[in-house]
């Protein structure tokens, strides 16, 4: 039940002596029902590791692979909440949490139903009209996580979700991601330099300048590419 497995996967940007290893390589699996914070200080390589986890990027050496999908990762299998956001600014709050159904070839009407279902859960059914202009930085983020919570991802992948909030509307996110993770069966993996967020997850894997301290025994073979 190993979701994702990164076997030695690094990650470089720029080239020459402008070159930045952002991730050195990293060995790490997330499994159905694993709750990791990855914590570190800014610049410590988090985001790029949780990116490349997502496949929202590549590695350039190692391998990065999805076992349970059977296939790479596909936006359907993983749900990204990035620490803004990134809500489309000229589409209501249930289009918003319906866009990536949508994108994924379902049905304008179920995806609606299935939105409007994820923002009661995360507790805004009552923004549904709202543009996200008109929404607080809490409400915002609950949004991206009912956008999450609608397309039911295996796996979620959250990157400093609270980063951008006070410390109590950062609770009651951490609180609706966990609820979220729950109600799907979904893994949950949080970026964060917050230790009162990381103690609220079940494994916490430190990163430090692109390192990752062993944190997850690897599998003696690396993943198979499927
Ligand atoms: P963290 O999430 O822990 O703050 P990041 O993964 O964002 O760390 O960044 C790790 C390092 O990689 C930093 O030195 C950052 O400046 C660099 N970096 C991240 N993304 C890029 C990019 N797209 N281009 C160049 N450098 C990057
Ligand atoms: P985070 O707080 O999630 O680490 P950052 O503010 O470090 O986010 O980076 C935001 C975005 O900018 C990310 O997509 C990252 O890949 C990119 N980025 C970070 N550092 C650099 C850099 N030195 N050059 C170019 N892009 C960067």
Same mark, same amino acid.
């Given at each position: ?23 050195? &390589? @990293? ?45 790479? @990762?596909?936006?359907?299998?993983? &749900? ?35 939105? $409007?279902?994820?923002?009661? @859960? ?26 999450? $919570?609608? $397309? ?10 609270? &980063? ?5 509307? &950062? ?56």
């Amino acid at each position: 039940d190993i979701l994702i497995h990164c076997h030695d996967a690094a990650r470089t940007y720029g080239e020459g002596e402008n070159a930045v290893v952002a991730v050195h &390589g @990293a060995t790490c699996r997330v499994r159905a029902g694993d709750r990791i914070a990855i914590m570190g200080p800014s610049g410590s390589g988090k985001s790029t590791l949780l990116h490349l986890m997502a496949g929202l990027e590549r590695p350039t050496s190692g391998e990065v692979g999805w076992p349970g999908f059977g296939r790479p @990762a596909t936006a359907r299998d993983v &749900g990204v909440v990035f620490q803004s956001p990134s809500l489309i600014p000229a589409l209501d709050v249930a289009e918003n949490a319906a866009l990536p159904l949508v994108l994924a070839g379902t049905g304008e009407a179920e995806a609606r139903r299935r939105a $409007l279902s994820a923002l009661d @859960a995360v507790g805004v059914a009552d923004l549904a009209d709202k543009l996200p202009e008109e929404l607080s930085g809490g409400q915002a983020q609950r949004v991206a996580v009912a956008r999450v $919570l609608a $397309l039911g991802p295996r796996v979620i992948l959250a990157d400093e979700p609270t &980063g951008q909030l006070d410390r109590a509307t &950062g609770r009651h996110v951490v609180d609706v991601l966990l609820d979220t993770a729950r109600e799907l069966g979904a893994a949950l993996v949080v970026t964060t330099h917050d230790p009162t967020v990381g103690e609220r997850l079940t494994e916490r894997w430190p990163m430090h300048e692109g390192r990752l301290a062993a944190a997850s025994v690897p599998d003696p073979a690396p993943p198979a590419h499927t």
